[in-house]
């Protein structure tokens, strides 16, 4: 998940500077190079037509910036997505991706309490609920419906974009054997904003709804493309795994129509996810309202609608950057109706949308969200910071389970990464009997380092740049995607045989030796990684996850 885009005089570790870089890629509307490009089918939605780009080079056609919801504003804003105005009359050209939905920066802050501070949100769109792009391999839209891949983005819910995740490449790697969809969604204060109010006149959660939104116009159209509405796969990174997992948890696991059967989770991020009307979404919504100068108003929630869009994207720029080191304040909350309790409970009842699962962690989670240079050094005092929910008891109980574990910022490295990365995964793996585990382990295996590893052509080139580990890594995942089965192998690879997590709590762990060369072996879940687990789990209602 990226930090900030604006310069500010603060620390910020390279991993979250580089992630921000892409994100303010993401902001730029960019037109699809033509060379060696011509038209491709045109597809009719029923509100709107749509003419494609076909790729020559690499036997792809592409359609970017579909619509597939109204405009999210005025009376719209912080209610849940409605469908598209009829604009079938003409044929749009589907080569320009759309603009992205407004951003926020990570929390950079050495204290929780909001302090005020200038930052520019950059030059997004609150009409941004359009799909980046629909892939499809080859010029004519399949006639065997094939597999379909649901890519959400991450950004810790505040920022990021569909522009960093090309899912072209995607199709690539699958050797033409699925359709991909990589969609945008409310972020930040548009997409995540709580509180009574929003649960009395709009609707909590907005960005989920838009995800769902998304999920179900797939349902409907892809076929259009080639896909198979019964195969869909859902998979994000980051916040766009977190997504998976609420979307796995949604509407009590009976989600009706079912809209996927398969879910991968590239680091799962679970923060604080409290109820909608606790202290702190009541805060950060009263905090808005009095930055907006509506705090006199009789209805709140209508003033806020009449703010313009670009005042609200300063102000959620303002309050994201002064939230405590690494956070991120404006993410979903238990709303009652969507999510209907905290999403840990709901995987240890078992109720689950989706078949099967497949979940994969970076060995060093944590460390890009800990201030590297000026730590806590205080790991009680980290704890409480961290989790604000936490009494004395809460946090002198994480101090001792961790601190035989390395230095003080060690120690604060592994609670961020294990209580919000990797311990909500091993929760997800439990919940689905039919469930695969692996671990990234290149060094550094920090958050986000993966991310080149699955969009290798047009994100940037892996650290690890070998074709053999490439073809073994990103096979299991588009395998998953064809069969729900990491081992039935798209091409031959060096990966071992995948078990299932439940067979001895078997990993495939993704590494390289010393000299160079891939080493990929499988690996039993650390023990005492699970008894912290257990831990993070006993305390999950005062950590709110």
């Known amino acids: 998940m990226p930090a900030a885009l604006n310069a500010v005089p603060r620390s910020i570790p390279a991993g979250l500077l580089l992630c921000s870089l892409l994100s303010i890629a993401a902001t730029s509307t960019l037109a699809i190079p033509q060379s060696r490009q011509s038209g491709a089918p045109t597809i009719d939605l029923g509100y709107a037509q749509y003419q494609g780009v076909f790729d020559e080079v690499n036997n792809l056609t592409s359609y970017f910036g579909i619509r597939y919801a109204a405009p999210p504003t005025g009376n719209l804003r912080w209610r849940a997505p409605q469908a598209p105005a009829n604009n079938d009359s003409t044929v749009q050209q589907a080569n320009t991706q759309p603009a992205p939905c407004f951003q926020a920066p990570t929390g950079a802050g050495a204290t929780n309490p909001l302090q005020r501070r200038a930052g520019a949100p950059g030059t997004p769109s609150e009409d941004c609920l359009f799909l980046k792009d629909v892939f499809f391999p080859g010029d004519t839209v399949p006639t065997k419906p094939l597999p379909t891949l649901f890519w959400i983005h991450g950004g810790g819910y505040i920022m990021g974009g569909a522009s960093t995740n090309p899912g072209g490449d995607l199709v690539r790697e699958s050797h033409n054997e699925i359709v991909v969809v990589v969609i945008q969604y409310r972020l930040g204060l548009f997409g995540f904003l709580a509180g009574s109010e929003v649960k009395a006149n709009g609707d909590l959660n907005a960005g989920l709804l838009d995800q769902d939104f998304a999920l179900r116009w797939a349902q409907q159209h892809i076929p259009k493309f080639g896909g198979d509405p019964t195969k869909v796969t859902i998979w994000g990174e980051s916040a766009g795994a977190g997504s998976v997992l609420q979307h796995v948890v949604a509407q009590d696991g009976k989600t009706n129509p079912p809209l996927f059967r398969g879910a991968i989770t590239s680091s799962t991020f679970l923060p604080s996810q409290y109820f909608y009307n606790d202290t702190v979404p009541e805060s950060l919504y009263s905090e808005v309202v009095s930055q907006t100068n509506c705090t006199s108003s009789s209805d709140t929630l209508s003033c806020l609608r009449s703010v313009n869009a670009t005042t609200l994207g300063t102000l959620n720029n303002n309050i994201n950057l002064d939230g405590f080191f690494g956070t991120f304040l404006f993410v979903p909350v238990v709303d009652g109706t969507f999510i209907t309790q905290r999403p840990t409970l709901s995987l240890k009842q078992g109720k689950v949308n989706g078949n099967a699962l497949l979940a994969v962690t970076n060995t060093n989670e944590g460390v890009n969200f800990v201030n590297q240079r000026t730590p806590i050094s205080n790991v009680t005092l980290y704890a409480s910071t961290l989790f604000l929910g936490f009494g004395p008891e809460q946090a002198d109980q994480t101090a001792a389970l961790y601190e035989n574990l390395g230095t003080a910022v060690v120690q604060e490295d592994l609670i961020m990464g294990e209580s919000i990365f990797i311990c909500p995964t091993y929760y997800l793996l439990s919940a689905f009997p039919t469930s695969f585990k692996g671990e990234f382990a290149i060094p550094p295996g920090t958050h986000g380092e993966d991310v080149n590893f699955y969009f290798t052509r047009s994100v940037g080139t892996p650290a690890f740049n070998n074709p053999d580990f490439l073809a073994a890594f990103q ?29 001895g709590n078997t990993e495939v762990v993704f590494n390289k030796t010393a000299g160079g060369l891939p080493n990929l072996f499988l690996s039993t879940t650390d023990s005492g990684l699970l008894e912290r687990c257990d831990f993070w789990d006993s305390v999950g209602e005062f950590a709110a996850q």
């Open 475 to 503: 096979g299991g995942f588009l395998a998953f995607v064809v069969s729900q089965d990491p081992n039935d192998k798209i091409v031959p690879t060096l990966t071992p045989q995948w078990n299932l997590y439940s067979d």
